[in-house]
C-alpha cells in the first residue's frame, strides 16, 4: 500500500485544555508530526512544488537558512526526496538540533548571530553560485503559507468547526497569516491573534526588530486582528506546572500562547479557541526543567 503523506501531515491530534475552564481551548498537536514540529507541512509543500514547477531536481543542493525546526525538516525530508541539502543556522542554535540534523545527513553552517545574520549567509553563498542551489527561501515563498492552507486548516475545521479566535505565532507567519486567510474567508467574525515574542521565547520572532523576513507579514497583516507581545518570564513560564501536569509536553512558543491564553480567559466564558502548539518539548530541556515544581505535578509525587 502506498504511503499518503499528505494524509500523515494533516492527521494531527488535537486535544482540550480541560483546565482552562468555562471555555473551549483547543490544541492541534503537532509535535506528533513527522520530525515533531510543523515545519514538516511547510517543507514537503515547498519542495513537492518546487519538483512539480521544475525548479528542483537532483542536479542542485537545497539552501536554506533556519534557526531550527525547518532545518530539522528539510533535513529529514530531503531523504524523502532524495536531495541533498546544506543549511546555515545559528551557532547558539540548541546542540540537541544540531545532532538531530547532523543524523540526517545534513551539513550544517554556523554562523554568529540569529536567524537574520543566517539567512544573510545563505544569501551570499546562493548569488555566488545560484547555479549549485535551490533556494526554498521560506520567509518568502508563497508556497509556506500555501501549506497550512492544504494541510492544516481543512483538518481542524473538520473536528472543530466554527471557532471564535485563533492563535498563532509570528515566525515566517506562513501557519498564521494562511490559516488566517482559511479561516476569514469562512467564518468573517473569527478573531486572529498574532503572538510577538519580544526576548528568549524560541520559536517565535521578535517584529520589533527582524530584517529579512517582513514580506508576508506586511503583506497580509490586515487579517490579524490583534498583536500581542510576550516574554519568556511573564507569559512562557506563569503556568507551566498546570500543562506538564495535564500531560502537554509541548515547546516554549507553546507555553507562551497557552498561558496568555488562560490569563485572557480568566474572567470570560463560552468561547471556543484554537491554538497551534508547533513542536515538542524535547529540544527545550534546559530552559523548561528548571521550571518544573514537581511539587505541583501529581504524577510526580
Known sequence: MKLDIEKLLMEVPITRINHIENNEVYALLEKFNMCG???VKTVYW???RAIEKGELDKSKIVLEASSGNTAISLAYLSNLFDLKVQLVIPENTASCKKKLIRSYWAELIEVPGATDDA???RNKLYKENPNKYYLPDQFWNIDNME????????HIEKKLWKLDFFVAWLGTTGTLLWTAKYLKERYPDIKII????????????????IRNIWQFYKDYKYLIDEVIDVTFLEDAIPWVNDFIGEGYFNGISSWAFLSWTKRYLEWKQW???????????DYYFSELMKQIDKDKIKWCK
Open 271 to 281: 468561547l471556543k479557541w484554537a491554538i497551534i502548539a508547533p513542536d515538542w518539548w
Open 119 to 121: 539567512i544573510d549567509h
Open 37 to 39: 514540529s510543523i515545519k
Open 46 to 48: 515547498i519542495l513537492k
Open 194 to 209: 498574532a503572538i510577538n515574542a519580544l526576548d528568549k521565547v524560541e520559536g517565535i520572532k521578535n517584529y520589533n526588530i
Open 147 to 154: 501549506a497550512h492552507y492544504h494541510l492544516t486548516w481543512p
